[in-house]
Structures are given as C-alpha cells and as structure tokens.
C-alpha cells in the first residue's frame, strides 16, 4: 500500500486524514478524524473515521510512557465494536447480495 493524502493539523479542533492506495486491486481506504486532546510528550486523544463506512467514528487514545530508557505506545480505541459490526454488516452486503 502507499499513502497518497497525510493531512495533519496538529492542534486541538484541528483534523487529520490520510488515504492508502492498494495497487494490488486499485482501491483507496481513507481515514480521517478530528484531535480532541494533545498532551506532549504523553498523550494524544483524536477521533477516527474510515470513510467508506458509515457509523464507524471512534475516539483513540493514545498514550506514551517511558520506562528505562525505552517509550511503550499504548492505544485505547472506544466504540471499536460499533465500528466493527459497521464493517460486518458491508461485507455482508457486498459478498452476499
């Protein structure tokens, strides 16, 4: 996959989005969301969205900690699960008509 669209405004209120391309069968997956909470060097709090599906926002978390002189990225992703009935219930639509 290449990323074809990075757009970053890396404040809180402003948005990102990017899109990835499969050259493979010549799709596009964009995603894009908006930052809520910035807290550097530990914490980003942002939404997210994969375009192609309704109803798939969810917030993530993602928080930064540094322990013997190594940094761990954890990711909390609230309301996943709406999310990923969103996707079920397309490919549902889309391999069984």
Same mark, same amino acid.
């Given at each position: 996959m290449?990323?074809?669209?990075?757009? +970053? &405004?890396?404040?809180?209120g402003?948005t990102?989005?990017y899109?990835?391309?499969?050259?493979g069968? &010549?799709?596009?997956h964009?995603?894009?969301?908006?930052? %809520?909470? +910035?807290?550097p060097?530990?914490r980003? +709090?942002a939404?997210e969205?994969y375009?192609?599906?309704p109803n798939? &926002?969810?917030?993530?978390?993602?928080t930064?900690?540094e322990? &013997?002189?190594?940094?761990?990225?954890h990711?909390?992703?609230?309301g996943?699960v709406?999310?990923?009935v969103?996707?079920?219930? +397309?490919?549902? %639509?889309?391999?069984m008509?």
């Amino acid at each position: 996959m290449t990323m074809t669209v990075c757009e +970053i &405004d890396l404040r809180v209120g402003g948005t990102w989005r990017y899109v990835l391309h499969d050259s493979g069968n &010549d799709t596009e997956h964009a995603f894009s969301g908006e930052y %809520r909470e +910035i807290v550097p060097p530990q914490r980003l +709090i942002a939404t997210e969205h994969y375009e192609p599906v309704p109803n798939s &926002d969810h917030l993530n978390t993602l928080t930064l900690t540094e322990q &013997d002189g190594k940094t761990t990225l954890h990711i909390a992703m609230q309301g996943l699960v709406k999310y990923l009935v969103a996707l079920w219930a +397309i490919s549902k %639509r889309v391999l069984m008509p």
